[in-house]
């Protein structure tokens, strides 16, 4: 019997959205252009099992549609485990607009794209992101009401990258008291990759339990604010990964964990906010934990800023969404935890448990 095999390009040609790796069975992939806008944006809708697809709008100058989709793919797919191993009732969405947010996003196109958000009727839920702000989610509102991250004085949750940033410093403690008994970071070097509204944040906290700090940006004037603001050091080494420090915390864009950096990493602990930092799940997680660097899930200590839009949804309050953003620190300890008992990575390990509450409330859906 002859069997055909396409190459990667072949299959792009025949298959070009269900032969992404990154399609991993998603429901719905939605395609948005408007002329009079300039709107070209997709929304991935990846699982509704447990809920409406709940996810951030990314806006950026993506080099080519192929990154943008592949993008959107991989971002809406890790929603689905976020929302899963946090305990919400949601499902995993995420939303891209390729272009410039700093030149090319205006009211108009913002109302373009919540007209398309609005079309769904409510299988998708969008929020802020990269390239956003809460104004602009306050725009969406007018033309639709899936969405959420709108300010506090129209009744929203308000900007959910502080909540972000502090579940991601639980998640960091947890780490840090797995590999080195301790939660205390007196003393720990750590260093923040990308130092936006999340990252500076997180700089906060760091600098704050008496961490020193080192900070790496494309940006140099957020480097030198948040150096004076917080006394961090500016990381001035050619190799970012092979820093000699405790932690390293991405908090930029993703897959920073590749074939060329692994096994240059230095730090004995990962633990950033940034989403799909492993561009290989298997194989980079695999390997970090063969070298015996803990790695905290992303899609799991991230996940303070859905919580915290969630709680727009659920309607409740500012001590609760803290309650809920400072459990991730148990969770993550759980998940380090279950990872070495069953010989397994982390990433693995997490996913492993999330999948568990998406199968578990599928098969009650179907009695």
């Not at 390729?98 to 609005?118: H, N, Y």
């Not at 989610?137 to 990258?161: F, H, L, Q």
């Amino acid at each position: 019997m002859q069997v055909d095999v396409l190459n990667a390009n072949e299959l792009k040609k025949s298959a070009p959205v269900f032969g992404q790796l990154s399609f991993d069975n998603h429901e719905q992939v939605v395609f948005c252009n408007d002329k009079d806008t300039g709107l070209k944006a997709i929304i991935g809708i990846h699982n509704t099992v447990l809920g409406p697809a709940l996810g951030g709008t990314r806006m950026w100058n993506y080099s080519t549609e192929w990154e943008a989709l592949n993008d959107v793919l991989r971002l809406s797919r890790g929603m689905t485990f976020k929302s899963a191993i946090t305990g919400l009732n949601l499902g995993g969405g995420k939303a891209v607009i390729i272009g410039d947010a700093k030149t090319q996003k205006t009211p108009e196109l913002m109302k373009s794209f919540g007209r398309f958000v609005d079309s769904l009727s409510g299988k998708y839920i969008t929020a802020e992101d990269v390239g956003m702000e809460t104004a602009d989610m306050d725009t969406v509102r007018e033309v639709t009401k899936y969405v959420t991250g709108i300010s506090e004085d129209k009744g929203g949750a308000g900007n959910p990258s502080p909540i972000t940033a502090y579940g991601v410093f639980m998640g960091l403690k947890a780490a840090a008291k797995h590999k080195f008994g301790s939660d205390d970071l007196e003393g720990r070097t750590v260093l923040v990759q990308g130092i936006g509204h999340v990252g500076e944040t997180l700089v906060e906290h760091l600098t704050q339990d008496g961490a020193k700090v080192y900070i790496s940006d494309i940006n140099e004037e957020r480097l030198e604010a948040v150096r004076d603001k917080y006394g961090a050091i500016i990381f001035e080494g050619s190799d970012v990964y092979g820093a000699e420090v405790d932690i390293y915390a991405p908090c930029a864009l993703g897959a920073t964990i590749n074939d060329e950096t692994v096994k240059r990493i230095k730090a004995k602990v990962i633990a950033g906010a940034a989403n799909n930092q492993l561009a290989d799940e298997l194989t980079h997680g695999k390997i970090l934990r063969e070298r015996g660097i803990v790695y905290a899930p992303d899609f799991l200590i991230n996940a303070g800023g859905i919580i915290n839009v969630y709680a727009e949804l659920e309607n409740y309050d500012k001590k609760e969404i803290m309650r809920k953003t400072e459990n991730i620190y148990n969770t993550t300890l759980e998940i380090l935890s279950k990872a070495d008992k069953d010989d397994m990575t982390s990433h693995f390990a997490a996913l492993k448990i999330a999948q568990q509450r998406i199968d578990d409330r599928k098969n009650q859906n179907l009695k």
